[in-house]
């Protein structure tokens, strides 16, 4: 059920190959936006049984090893989205009416620099930008 790909990747980063986490990367991978800790633990319960506890400590540990990248979503909530060395820095875009939050094209590198200017002085870590509107399926 753990693609091979998964295994590697968990060892790559040091990180202790359980079910539980390569459930949670497998998920992670294909989802291909943010999730929150909730929506997680929903779709990793399909596959295995997991505690919620035991999302919460992956997710740290992935944030960790870079892995993964957390954010603020709507109302605070901490959302969690796959990254590798590849990621760039990109914004997304939240829908108001059914909650779903889009990845949108990676930002140019003279769009990242703009921003990272405005910090002057402050080091930056990450560029977060979420748009909010009505998506697509919702404006049709
Ligand atoms: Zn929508
Ligand atoms: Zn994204």
């Given at each position: 059920m753990i693609s091979e790909t998964v295994k590697e990747e968990l060892r790559d980063k040091g990180i202790k190959n359980t079910r539980a986490k390569g459930v949670l990367l497998e998920?992670?991978?294909?989802?291909?936006?943010?999730?929150?800790?909730?929506?997680?633990?929903?779709?990793s319960q399909k596959v295995t049984p997991v505690n919620l506890v035991t999302v919460y400590r992956t997710l740290e540990q992935f944030q960790q090893k870079g892995i993964v990248q957390e954010f603020l979503g709507k109302e605070s909530t901490k959302l969690y989205e796959y990254i590798n060395k590849n990621t760039k820095a990109h914004p997304h875009f939240s829908c108001e009416k059914c909650g779903t939050l889009f990845c949108l094209g990676a930002l140019e590198f003279d769009d990242a620099l703009y921003f990272s200017n405005m910090a002057k002085k402050h080091k930056v870590l990450s560029i977060n930008i979420t748009l909010s509107g009505i998506c697509e399926s919702c404006l049709s």
């Open positions: 998920i992670l991978k294909k989802v291909h936006k943010p999730m929150d800790v909730n929506s997680l633990h929903k779709e």
